[in-house]
T-cell receptor, first 116, second 114 residues
Framework: KAGVTQTPRYLIKTRGQQVTLSCSPI?????VSWYQQTPGQGLQFLFE???????NKGNFPGRFSGRQFSNSRSEMNVSTLELGDSALYLC???????????????FGPGTRLTVT | AQKITQTQPGMFVQEKEAVTLDCTYD???????LFWYKQPSSGEMIFLIY??????QNATEGRYSLNFQKARKSANLVISASQLGDSAMYFC???????????FGQGTELSVKP
């Protein structure tokens, strides 16, 4: 089974621009979560999508948004980029029970975003 | 609120020896999950092991075992017979019963010496 894929792997943007990151989960996984990793703040949860609905949200400003498509693929968008948004963005997918309970998360390789 | 604490920023271990990475957690939930992930320098997070709060037996996966002590709220990772390829950052994490959002600790950098 193919793992979680993320595109692009590397991105350089200028302050004020916006960016869209893409994540394709493991086949059959319906839950997709996004995390931001920085040296200062560590790993922080951004949001989780399940069946095209945002189920959980972390403490990030509204500039960070996401969505999930009917094939479970997910995108996250960051508008009006700031220097502090430079980070490794990790996407993870997990299988779920019929009631929506999710199990261990499997991560993609990440997108390294640099804001200049 | 849930919280994970890893008090060892860095550790060294000799190849072929066992090593224990510490993790304590705090939660008011009765049902939760505990996880360990490995992050090599390449950046990808690799799932290692899972322990449910109601699991009576400690989880094991090959050379990895999770020493779960619920009363002490600790979930230490034990790696037996360390290998050079085990050198990486190790993160302890927890989730609520329904899964989804993971709360991570700050990580422990493990270096395996030949």
């Amino acid at each position: 089974k193919a793992g979680v894929t993320q595109t692009p792997r590397y991105l350089i943007k200028t302050r004020g621009q916006q960016v869209t990151l893409s994540c394709s989960p493991i086949s059959g996984h319906r839950s997709v979560s996004w995390y931001q990793q920085t040296p200062g703040q560590g790993l922080q949860f951004l949001f989780e999508y399940f069946s095209e609905t945002q189920r959980n949200k972390g403490n990030f400003p509204g500039r960070f948004s996401g969505r999930q498509f009917s094939n479970s693929r997910s995108e996250m968008n960051v508008s009006t980029l700031e220097l502090g948004d430079s980070a490794l963005y990790l996407c993870a997918s997990s299988s779920t029970t019929n009631s929506g309970r999710s199990y261990e998360q499997y991560f993609g390789p990440g997108t390294r975003l640099t804001v200049t | 609120a849930q919280k994970i604490t890893q008090t060892q920023p860095g550790m060294f271990v000799q190849e072929k020896e066992a090593v224990t990475l510490d993790c304590t957690y705090d939660t008011s939930d009765q049902s939760y999950g505990l996880f360990w992930y490995k992050q090599p320098s390449s950046g990808e997070m690799i799932f290692l092991i899972y322990q449910g709060s109601y699991d009576e037996q400690n989880a094991t996966e090959g050379r990895y075992s999770l020493n779960f002590q619920k009363a002490r709220k600790s979930a230490n990772l034990v790696i037996s017979a360390s290998q050079l390829g085990d050198s990486a950052m190790y993160f302890c994490a927890m989730s609520r019963h329904e899964g989804g959002k993971l709360i991570f600790g700050q990580g422990t950098e493990l270096s395996v010496k030949p």
